[in-house]
């Protein structure tokens, strides 16, 4: 294994290495990425498989279909899933698993806790989960939208060492290799900021999968900062795996941080995502992240969104700045309601009796980044 000390890694496989035409599933390509997978698991080192490919796996089965049309997407996720899964099975004489989430999934942290439980016991008991979205429940507001995301956050879910991202070409470059021949290839990064998301360049290639090298961006982001390895490579040839295998560097490798962020602030951070705003006075400038009590209905200027009890909150100044994202202990509609108070000893005796604003599990403070 190319890093003895790893004990699990995430490898994501995105549509086009599963079905590169579109005409149902083909293990051209997944041939060397499955024998990778036995050889870590020979070597002892657990693997979680991200596969995309339901969407263009199930193409070929509405020919006349308009394809772009979202009820006709889900419908080609829901047939492709079962094609896509036993291809994969196929290459395998160790058993698999399906794991099918959503967004709303990962930041609910009680069913994010159970997905967890669930991959450990797989894994502990020799078994291959294989992830992939639930495309055919979500609608956008509840969706991930990409797999490259959805592994980072599959990778911290399951404490992985390791996040290896397929990609078709070699890894990050200075500038798109497509378009310039002087492109060059970054082998390491340290440090994933704007300058790297420039060389990312936009959102989406083409194709036949969702993400392009800005979501492998953004997925190592929130991998790195876990303390995960990341790794963007070229999962189209089989060197790439056998040089995994030797230890060396394929592709582009993403440095870890060196002060990981603890497991349930990472979830805060990077996977909870915020039902609404409340907006706190410019000079307010409690240690949230130590004292969650300290917000009080006194310095909320503006209660933004729609949020009930237990739903993740972002707390920023009047002047834009993020200060953290936290658990509200309070619905929207309550805080509007203590936080419009004339009457202030009201709003305190109210206050003392309901408890802190925001509770002070897993709060992601913002402004350190
Ligand atoms: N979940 C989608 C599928 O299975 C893929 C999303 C992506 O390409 O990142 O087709």
Same mark, same amino acid.
């Given at each position: 294994?190319?890093?003895?000390?790893?004990?699990r890694v995430?490898?994501?496989?995105?549509?086009?290495l599963?079905s590169?035409?579109?005409?149902?599933?083909? !293990?051209?390509?997944?041939?060397?990425?499955?024998?990778?997978?036995?050889?870590?698991?020979? %070597?002892?080192?657990?693997?979680?498989?991200?596969? #995309?490919?339901?969407?263009a796996a199930?193409?070929h089965?509405?020919p006349?279909?308009?394809?772009?049309?979202?009820?006709?997407?889900?419908?080609?996720?829901?047939a492709?899933?079962?094609?896509?899964i036993?291809?994969?099975?196929?290459?395998?004489?160790?058993?698999?698993?399906?794991i099918?989430?959503?967004?709303?999934d990962?930041?609910?942290?009680?069913?994010?806790?159970s997905?967890?439980?669930?991959?450990f016991?797989?894994?502990? %008991?020799?078994?291959?989960?294989?992830v992939n979205? %639930?495309?055919?429940?979500?609608t956008?507001?509840?969706?991930?939208?990409?797999?490259d995301?959805l592994?980072?956050?599959?990778a911290s879910?399951?404490?992985?060492?390791?996040l290896?991202?397929?990609?078709?070409?070699?890894?990050l470059?200075?500038?798109?290799?497509h378009?310039?021949?002087?492109?060059?290839?970054?082998?390491t990064?340290d440090?994933?900021?704007?300058?790297?998301?420039?060389?990312?360049?936009?959102?989406?290639?083409?194709?036949v999968?969702?993400?392009?090298m800005?979501?492998?961006?953004?997925?190592?982001?929130?991998a790195? !900062?876990?303390?995960?390895?990341?790794?963007?490579? =070229?999962?189209f040839?089989?060197?790439?795996? %056998?040089?995994?295998l030797?230890?060396?560097?394929?592709?582009?490798?993403?440095?870890?941080h060196?002060?990981?962020?603890?497991?349930?602030?990472h979830?805060m951070?990077h996977? #909870?995502?915020a039902?609404?705003e409340?907006i706190?006075?410019?000079?307010?400038?409690?240690?949230?992240?130590?004292?969650?009590?300290?917000?009080?209905s006194?310095?909320?200027?503006?209660?933004k969104?729609?949020? !009930?009890?237990?739903d993740?909150?972002?707390v920023?100044k009047e002047d834009?700045?993020?200060?953290?994202?936290?658990? #509200?202990?309070?619905s929207?509609?309550?805080l509007?309601?203590?936080? =419009?108070?004339?009457?202030?000893?009201?709003a =305190?005796?109210?206050?003392?009796k309901?408890?802190?604003i925001? !509770?002070?599990?897993?709060?992601?403070n913002?402004?350190?980044?």
């Amino acid at each position: 294994m190319s890093n003895p000390n790893w004990k699990r890694v995430v490898i994501k496989v995105g549509s086009a290495l599963i079905s590169p035409n579109q005409q149902g599933c083909s !293990s051209h390509y997944l041939l060397s990425i499955a024998q990778f997978i036995v050889r870590c698991r020979a %070597n002892g080192t657990q693997v979680v498989l991200v596969s #995309s490919g339901s969407v263009a796996a199930g193409a070929h089965l509405f020919p006349e279909l308009e394809k772009s049309d979202i009820a006709i997407k889900k419908a080609m996720a829901a047939a492709g899933q079962t094609e896509m899964i036993a291809t994969w099975d196929r290459l395998f004489d160790f058993p698999s698993a399906q794991i099918l989430l959503t967004h709303a999934d990962l930041r609910d942290r009680e069913r994010y806790v159970s997905i967890r439980e669930t991959i450990f016991s797989l894994l502990d %008991n020799g078994v291959l989960p294989i992830v992939n979205e %639930n495309d055919t429940v979500t609608t956008d507001k509840l969706k991930v939208g990409d797999n490259d995301n959805l592994s980072a956050m599959v990778a911290s879910a399951a404490e992985a060492d390791a996040l290896i991202i397929c990609s078709d070409i070699d890894g990050l470059y200075d500038k798109n290799p497509h378009e310039h021949d002087d492109a060059t290839l970054l082998k390491t990064v340290d440090n994933i900021d704007a300058s790297i998301y420039a060389m990312a360049g936009g959102a989406v290639k083409g194709g036949v999968g969702t993400g392009g090298m800005r979501t492998k961006i953004e997925a190592a982001e929130k991998a790195v !900062s876990h303390g995960i390895d990341t790794y963007i490579i =070229n999962g189209f040839t089989e060197l790439s795996f %056998n040089m995994l295998l030797n230890g060396e560097n394929p592709g582009t490798h993403f440095k870890p941080h060196a002060k990981p962020m603890q497991e349930n602030v990472h979830w805060m951070r990077h996977t #909870s995502n915020a039902q609404g705003e409340v907006i706190v006075e410019g000079d307010f400038d409690a240690q949230l992240d130590s004292d969650a009590e300290q917000l009080t209905s006194s310095e909320i200027v503006d209660v933004k969104g729609e949020f !009930s009890v237990g739903d993740t909150i972002l707390v920023r100044k009047e002047d834009g700045t993020k200060l953290v994202k936290a658990k #509200s202990n309070y619905s929207s509609c309550l805080l509007n309601f203590i936080a =419009n108070q004339e009457n202030e000893e009201f709003a =305190n005796e109210f206050e003392e009796k309901t408890g802190p604003i925001i !509770s002070d599990q897993h709060i992601a403070n913002l402004e350190k980044e």
